[in-house]
């Protein structure tokens, strides 16, 4: 199967900024699209950005301006660069990818990574 490793959360003040890194490993025969969404407490799972392997991007309304995702397919990897902290950017964030994936043939799947918590203070 595949695996989802993410880096880069912590405690910063409101304006300052953070990096978020998501690796993915294992029977991967191609990656479509990779994005990703967080989850404050009491809240739902929203998404924050998307981008296709043809590097379309998508983001929510609340972070436009101030977020930026891209990707490095030759390492499997989802960046997301969030500058402008605000409070309520505080939230866990989880990191999301559509795989195909080699098993008895190949089948695509999605996947979540262990999420990764990002407070902002102010």
């Known amino acids: 199967q595949v695996q989802l490793v993410e880096s880069g959360g912590g405690l910063v003040q409101a304006g300052g900024s953070l990096r978020l890194s998501c690796a993915a490993s294992?029977?991967?025969?191609?990656?479509?699209?990779m994005g990703w969404y967080r989850q404050a407490p009491g809240k739902q799972r929203d998404l924050v950005a998307g981008v296709t392997s043809g590097g379309s991007t998508q983001y929510a309304d609340s972070v436009k301006g101030r977020f930026t995702i891209s990707r490095d397919n030759a390492k499997n990897t989802v960046y997301l660069q969030m500058n402008s902290l605000k409070p309520d950017d505080t939230a866990v964030y989880y990191c999301?990818?559509?795989?195909?994936?080699?098993?008895?043939?190949?089948?695509?799947?999605?996947?979540w990574g262990q999420g990764t918590q990002v407070t902002v203070s102010s």
């Open positions: 294992g029977s991967i025969v191609s990656i479509n699209a």
């Open positions: 999301n990818a559509d795989v195909r994936v080699l098993g008895v043939g190949t089948y695509t799947a999605r996947y």
